[in-house]
């Protein structure tokens, strides 16, 4: 059973960098062929793809977000990491970390909880 699990702050500035970090356990987040995803969702509407980092280490991103978005790993923690540059309150929502087989998708088959990011000074 795949879980996992994400962890930041709750609350970021306008103008700010949010940098929320997605713990893996039991698999590998080097595993073929698994794309480790990040999804949010703001309040009042649906699901948005963020960007996706590949068992091969590839990253991919949103073309809406591209320009403020980083995605990362550190395989000997088994982790994955989504860092947001120049944060709006356009940009809180609830953060998910999810396992894709598929890039650019918010279907996937194992989720985190989500966390609760809002930005506002």
């Known amino acids: 059973q795949v879980q996992l699990q994400e962890s930041g702050p709750g609350l970021v500035k306008p103008s700010q960098t949010l940098s929320l970090t997605c713990t893996v356990s039991?698999?590998?987040?080097?595993?073929?062929?698994?794309?480790w995803t990040w999804i949010r969702q703001p309040p009042g509407k649906g699901l948005e793809w963020m960007g996706a980092?590949?068992?091969?280490?590839?990253?991919y991103y949103s073309p809406s977000l591209k320009s403020r978005t980083s995605i990362s790993r550190d395989t000997s923690k088994n982790q994955f990491t989504l860092q947001l540059s120049s944060v709006t309150p356009e940009d809180t929502a609830v953060y998910y970390c999810?396992?894709?087989?598929?890039?650019?998708?918010?279907?996937?088959?194992?989720r985190g909880q989500g966390t609760q990011v809002t930005v506002s000074s």
């Open positions: 999810a396992r894709a087989l598929k890039v650019a998708t918010t279907v996937y088959d194992y």
């Open positions: 039991g698999g590998s987040i080097t595993t073929k062929y698994y794309y």
């Open positions: 980092i590949a068992y091969s280490g590839s990253t």
